[in-house]
């Protein structure tokens, strides 16, 4: 899952390697947090549509699940792919200077028959698990903007002190 952000910086007195290292701290921050606290509630929604855009599923589906499962949790059957796509989702966070990413893995499925390639996700379950809501985007945008101006202006009077100290 890639997340767009942007925000306006309004801070100088930093130097472009400062600001990269800065903002790659800010992006890893970012996605943990989105994996940490966010993706699992994807997995708790219990009807079709809403924030994460859950496609209905058949009734029979659901009673069936109901029946065996004991729930109607939309995105879990027996929990498998729950437990993997936030296990290796939070083992594959990556940032760089410009956007973060986490890839969660869903539960692969092997037939008996050998010939046949193992698969992951069904398509629009992946999309399900991976999209991020605009007020979730725009919610990162302004905690990233708050956090970036408080590690500049602590880089910034950290610079001061050292060149004080060089000065005395």
Request: no cysteine.
């Given at each position: 899952?890639?997340?767009?952000?942007?925000?306006?910086?309004k801070?100088?007195?930093?130097?472009?390697?400062?600001?990269?290292?800065?903002?790659?701290?800010?992006?890893?921050?970012?996605?943990t947090?989105?994996?940490?606290?966010?993706?699992?509630?994807?997995?708790?929604?219990?009807?079709?549509?809403?924030?994460?855009?859950?496609k209905?599923?058949?009734k029979?589906?659901?009673?069936?699940k109901?029946?065996?499962?004991?729930?109607?949790?939309?995105?879990?059957?027996?929990?498998k792919?729950?437990?993997?796509?936030l296990?290796?989702?939070?083992?594959?966070?990556?940032?760089?200077?410009t956007?973060?990413?986490?890839?969660?893995t869903?539960?692969?499925?092997?037939?008996?028959d050998s010939?046949?390639?193992l698969?992951?996700?069904?398509?629009?379950?992946?999309?399900?698990?991976?999209?991020?809501?605009?007020?979730e985007?725009?919610?990162?945008?302004?905690?990233?903007?708050?956090?970036?101006?408080r590690l500049?202006?602590r880089?910034k009077?950290?610079?001061?002190?050292?060149?004080?100290?060089?000065?005395?």
């Amino acid at each position: 899952m890639i997340v767009p952000i942007s925000f306006g910086i309004k801070y100088e007195g930093i130097t472009k390697r400062e600001h990269n290292k800065i903002m790659r701290l800010l992006m890893r921050n970012m996605m943990t947090e989105h994996v940490t606290k966010t993706l699992p509630k994807h997995f708790e929604q219990t009807r079709p549509g809403g924030k994460y855009k859950i496609k209905r599923r058949t009734k029979a589906y659901i009673q069936k699940k109901q029946r065996r499962k004991g729930h109607s949790k939309m995105l879990v059957w027996s929990g498998k792919l729950k437990r993997k796509a936030l296990m290796t989702a939070k083992n594959t966070v990556r940032a760089t200077k410009t956007r973060s990413t986490s890839r969660p893995t869903g539960t692969r499925v092997k037939y008996k028959d050998s010939t046949r390639p193992l698969l992951s996700f069904v398509p629009f379950v992946k999309q399900e698990i991976e999209i991020i809501p605009i007020s979730e985007v725009k919610r990162y945008a302004r905690d990233m903007e708050k956090q970036y101006t408080r590690l500049a202006k602590r880089l910034k009077k950290v610079k001061q002190i050292r060149r004080a100290k060089r000065g005395a």
